[in-house]
């Protein structure tokens, strides 16, 4: 498991236990907890501003009381993904995101994955809004069709996998009022999982970076990461349509900064795999 997930699973243990300890839901008499409920609504943005979450709340529900008599709000966030607010001694507050993504993890049947509470106002329930809205603020231009909180930065950060159509994806987090946007081949080279990039579009995503460069005319029908070398280089095998493969390697800024052949490329990793034909006699 990747450390991301990891930390994500980690932390979601003592709302897994909360969530499996709830006991019947407390209803007003009007509205049954929800969404029009004045003193519900007031009440649980109270409990987010107690708990930190940046949500300026426009829906809720009083999801119910647990063991512990801490109330449980599911809110919906103006300007953003909801989340569910546990009000108790020191309230916390569970991005609605990452609860659907902990628990997509363990219906899979992800190792360390346990069950997580779901969010169930109609506005938390379609989460590709808020996903195109992280892409557009975070610089990404695709059309966004899939995505998915990763886990948890060694920071604290969440890191949200961001699915293009027809283009490359990225796991994008925001730091320190920033955001740093990795795609999905830097990904794959990381040893880490990009779902939602399937190989024609990380090709699509590739070829522009040879550009300018000695590969500039291979068109990659398959490129394979041959790992990193000490100088922070990453090196790749192209498989080129109607060519030569070669070996390239690139910065940290996806800049081409290598091209050498299968032959010149023997020392680095276990060199090239693609069979390279025989030269006509």
Same mark, same amino acid.
């Given at each position: 498991m990747s450390r991301p997930a990891l930390m994500l699973a980690v932390g979601l243990i003592l709302l897994a236990s909360a969530a499996s300890a709830q006991q019947t839901l407390e209803q007003t008499p009007t509205t049954r907890g929800r969404v029009r409920d004045t003193t519900t609504l007031l009440a649980a943005q109270d409990a987010a501003t107690r708990a930190g979450a940046d949500c300026a709340v426009s829906a809720a529900a009083l999801r119910g009381m647990d063991s512990f008599g801490d109330r449980q709000y599911e809110v919906v966030c103006r300007d953003g993904p909801g989340y569910l607010i546990i009000d108790g001694i020191s309230p916390a507050a569970h991005s609605c995101l990452l609860l659907a993504s902990q628990s997509d993890r363990f219906q899979r049947g992800e190792p360390s994955s346990r069950p997580a509470p779901a969010c169930v106002l109609r506005a938390n329930r379609n989460p590709i809004r808020h996903f195109e809205s992280i892409a557009a603020r975070a610089g990404m231009d695709c059309r966004v069709d899939e995505g998915r909180v990763v886990g948890l930065s060694p920071a604290g950060n969440t890191i949200y996998e961001i699915g293009c159509r027809r283009a490359p994806?990225?796991?994008?987090?925001?730091?320190?009022?920033?955001?740093?946007?990795? #795609? $999905?081949? #830097?990904? /794959?080279? =990381?040893? #880490?999982? $990009? /779902?939602?990039?399937t190989e024609p579009e990380?090709?699509?995503?590739? =070829?522009? /970076?040879?550009?300018?460069?000695?590969?500039?005319? $291979?068109?990659?029908?398959?490129? =394979? #990461?041959?790992?990193?070398?000490?100088?922070?280089?990453?090196?790749?095998?192209?498989?080129?349509?109607?060519?030569?493969?070669?070996?390239?390697s690139m910065d940290d800024g996806g800049r081409v900064t290598n091209v050498l052949s299968c032959t010149d490329a023997a020392h680095i990793g276990d060199g090239c795999r693609t069979e390279v034909p025989a030269p006509q006699r």
């Open positions: 994806g990225s796991w994008v987090e925001e730091a320190a009022g920033a955001w740093v946007v990795t #795609d $999905c081949l #830097d990904i /794959r080279t =990381r040893g #880490d999982l $990009c /779902r939602f990039t990380e090709l699509a995503g590739f =070829r522009p /970076r040879l550009a300018g460069s000695a590969a500039e005319a $291979c068109a990659p029908t398959r490129v =394979r #990461d041959m790992g990193r070398n000490a100088a922070g280089l990453t090196w790749y095998e192209l498989t080129c349509a109607g060519g030569a493969p070669v070996v390239v």
